[in-house]
């Protein structure tokens, strides 16, 4: 089980560094508040900072990944063996046990990492304060339940999202290993060939994933957003009946706002690194998973296949 916790953390470090930039995008994309709040300042403000935030995302991803990819390994074959149900609905049960596991850790990153992605220059901290610390002072001096704001929304988004994510990669990289001949076994496999067909698979599935549920992903968004609001020197008496919109709420709002198209918003942004990093995610997963078995040939093989 070791080599699940080893891969999935290399896999989650190295999306993070990679698709970040495009994640802080489609963030700002969706809030519609930092390009208005700027108005004197030119447009590639948008395209500043593009790595605010990025702290906390590494430090609660490297746990979370391993916690989300022992459970789903695990989930796979404790449902596989105990209900007599098709593959896909195997995967999709794994893969939403390991989302709600996994959502845990990241709620609070998630909610530090949008507030720092919004952050403007003219709010500087004392010494160079980085944009995670920053955030996540301004979020503390409301209490510790603001950093869980959207946990029910990152859940709802996420869920629906793996629960068609990993039932079509599955099904994707077992028909590509198919036309090559059949998947070989694991001292037989290309470490390449492994992460091009993985990385592959993954890339496509979570593309169709991440538009189908951009809407779910909006709404998260501004819910918490919505608890870092006070930044912008509001009294909590100001801020109070924001920070406590429920998605319902603020799904309401955001069809006032813009009608359906409201809810697609950012959904390019959000297809594109979503496929990027899903590729890069699942096909060096899966590499790290082959490469670290070749070098423990005494392990027991059947753990996590």
């Not at 896999?11 to 930092?34: E, G, H």
């Not at 549920?213 to 957003?225: A, E, G, N, Q």
């Not at 319902?248 to 594109?272: D, I, P």
Request: aromatic letters at 10%; one cysteine or more; a positive charge.
């Amino acid at each position: 089980m070791a080599e699940i916790y080893v891969a999935g953390a290399v896999a989650a470090f190295t999306v993070d560094l990679l698709v970040y930039p495009l994640d802080t995008l489609k963030t700002r994309y969706q809030s519609q508040d930092f390009i208005k709040t700027d108005a004197k300042a030119p447009k590639p403000l948008a395209f500043r900072g593009l790595y605010q935030g990025v702290g906390s995302v590494i430090l609660a991803t490297l746990p979370a990944a391993g916690i989300f990819f022992s459970t789903y390994e695990s989930g796979k074959r404790i449902f596989g063996e105990a209900l007599p149900i098709p593959d896909p609905l195997v995967h999709s049960l794994a893969s939403s046990v390991a989302e709600m596991a996994s959502c845990a850790v990241l709620a609070p990153a998630e909610v530090i990492k949008q507030n720092a992605q919004m952050l403007r220059s003219s709010q500087s901290g004392p010494n160079n304060e980085s944009t995670s610390l920053r955030a996540f002072r301004e979020l503390r001096r409301g209490g510790t339940r603001r950093l869980f704001t959207g946990y029910t929304a990152l859940v709802a988004r996420n869920l629906p999202f793996t629960a068609l994510q990993f039932p079509l990669f599955e099904h994707l990289q077992t028909t590509l290993w198919k036309r090559r001949g059949g998947e070989p076994d694991l001292r037989e496999k290309s470490l390449l060939e492994t992460g091009t067909i993985c990385g592959t698979s993954a890339g496509t599935a979570g593309a169709f994933a991440a538009w189908i549920t951009t809407p779910s992903d909006v709404v998260k968004t501004r819910m918490m957003l919505s608890a870092g609001e006070d930044r912008e020197g509001k009294s909590a008496s100001e801020t109070v009946g924001k920070t406590k919109r429920g998605a319902w709420a603020v799904t309401r709002q955001v069809w006032n706002e813009r009608g359906l198209r409201g809810f697609f918003r950012g959904g390019l942004f959000r297809s594109a690194w979503t496929a990027l990093g899903s590729g890069l995610y699942l096909g060096t997963y899966e590499t790290s998973k082959v490469w670290l078995k070749r070098r423990k040939p005494d392990l027991d093989d059947s753990v996590g296949m």
